[in-house]
């Protein structure tokens, strides 16, 4: 889901924003982000399988979680797209399934 759907749709959201594909690649991380990767990083390296688990358990499933309470609070929103994303099938199975 990450390449295919997650990737698509946050490139999107910026681009509508105006933030260019080039832009946004060009972007340099934020200290916190680059912490957060490279230990999810670092856990898929060093650990085992469920190591990797659970260093992205929160994201994954956190974002499952707040999109699908979305899909019922939210109403007409600009968020709409993402709010689907995550709070549709696709992300819910993903989520059931982790």
Same mark, same amino acid.
């Given at each position: +889901?990450?390449?295919h759907? %997650? +990737?698509a749709?946050h ?7 105006? !933030?260019?594909r %080039?832009?946004l690649?060009?972007?340099q991380?934020?200290p916190?982000n680059?912490a957060?990767?490279?230990?999810v990083l670092?856990?898929?390296?060093s650990g085992?399988?469920?190591?990797l ?5 929160p994201?994954a499933?956190?974002?499952?979680? !707040?999109?699908?309470?979305l899909m019922?609070e939210?109403?007409d929103?600009?968020?709409r797209?993402w !709010? %689907?994303?995550?709070?549709? %099938?696709?992300?819910?199975k993903?989520c059931?399934?982790?």
């Amino acid at each position: +889901m990450l390449l295919h759907v %997650e +990737m698509a749709l946050h490139v999107r959201v910026c681009e509508e924003a105006g !933030i260019s594909r %080039e832009e946004l690649e060009a972007t340099q991380e934020a200290p916190e982000n680059l912490a957060y990767t490279r230990y999810v990083l670092e856990a898929g390296y060093s650990g085992d399988y469920l190591s990797l688990l659970a260093a992205l358990a929160p994201c994954a499933l956190g974002y499952g979680e !707040i999109g699908a309470r979305l899909m019922v609070e939210a109403g007409d929103t600009p968020y709409r797209d993402w !709010i %689907e994303t995550y709070g549709g %099938e696709e992300c819910q199975k993903a989520c059931r399934d982790f």
